[in-house]
Nanobody, 128 residues
Framework: QLQLVESGGGLVQPGGSLRLSCAAS????????IGWFRQAPGKEREGISC????????NYADSVKGRFTVSRDNAKNTVVLQMNNLKPEDTAIYYC?????????????????????WGQGTQVTVSS
């Protein structure tokens, strides 16, 4: 069973920052693409970023482009989602997921059904 574990969520004021981590085995990080998704109450799950296994392909949804960045921390075997200038509409449960290695290069990179393994999610609340 391949496992992913998110951490770092919390409550932050508008304009603030949060750093989410997706911990996974080295095998997952080397051979799978990592997608970040979020789901707000009453809304569908939204793909916001795709990070290829070697970091050569990184994509962002328009809703987060310029504010969120994804990187890999090899020392900790994590993929990090740095979220800056947060807005109330960023409030959601955030998930990381692992999918096929070349997924970030495909049009369906934000299709949740293409991801095989999921973390349990971490809550992010942006409110004053």
């Amino acid at each position: 069973q391949l496992q992913l574990v998110e951490s770092g969520g919390g409550l932050v004021q508008p304009g603030g920052s949060l750093r989410l981590s997706c911990a996974a085995s080295r095998f997952i990080l080397d051979y799978y693409a990592i997608g970040w998704f979020r789901q707000a109450p009453g809304k569908e799950r939204e793909g916001i970023s795709c990070f290829s296994s070697n970091g050569g392909e990184i994509n962002y949804a328009d809703s987060v482009k310029g504010r969120f960045t994804v990187s890999r921390d090899n020392a900790k075997n994590t993929v990090v989602l740095q979220m800056n200038n947060l807005k109330p509409e960023d409030t959601a449960i955030y998930y990381c997921a692992a999918g096929l290695r070349n997924l970030c290069a495909l049009p369906g990179r934000y299709n949740a059904g293409r991801y095989n393994y999921w973390g349990q999610g971490t809550q992010v609340t942006v409110s004053s």
